[in-house]
Nanobody, 124 residues
């Protein structure tokens, strides 16, 4: 089993930057792809970013491309999402996910493990 714990969410202003983190425990996930989804109130969950297990391939939603960067620290079993030039429409609960198959994350076919989420609020 894998436990994912997100941290780093908060309230920021439009144009600010924020980095959220996801620490994995319970199992070594160096062979797992990891990613982020988000869900805003009243909206469907949407894919944000994904990174493969070696960390040399990434995917992004068009809405965040050029502003968000996903990275991972294998030694720390941690994945990060650096969010720059934040907009009010980025306000959502951000969920960390992990799955052995990279495509299952960015294709949104149902990642195997999910965290509890961290709230990111961007004020205008």
């Amino acid at each position: 089993q894998v436990q994912l714990v997100e941290s780093g969410g908060g309230l920021v202003q439009a144009g600010d930057s924020l980095r959220v983190s996801c620490a994995a425990s319970g199992r070594i996930i160096s062979g797992f792809a990891m990613g982020w989804f988000r869900q805003a109130p009243g909206k469907e969950r949407e894919f944000v970013a994904a990174i493969n297990s070696p960390g040399d391939s990434t995917r992004y939603a068009d809405s965040v491309k050029g502003r968000f960067t996903i990275s991972r620290d294998v030694a720390k079993n941690t994945v990060y999402l650096q969010m720059n030039s934040l907009k009010p429409e980025d306000t959502a609960v951000y969920y960390c996910v992990a799955d052995p198959i990279f495509g299952r994350i960015y294709g949104d076919y149902g990642a195997r493990f999910w965290g509890q989420g961290t709230q990111v609020t961007v004020s205008s």
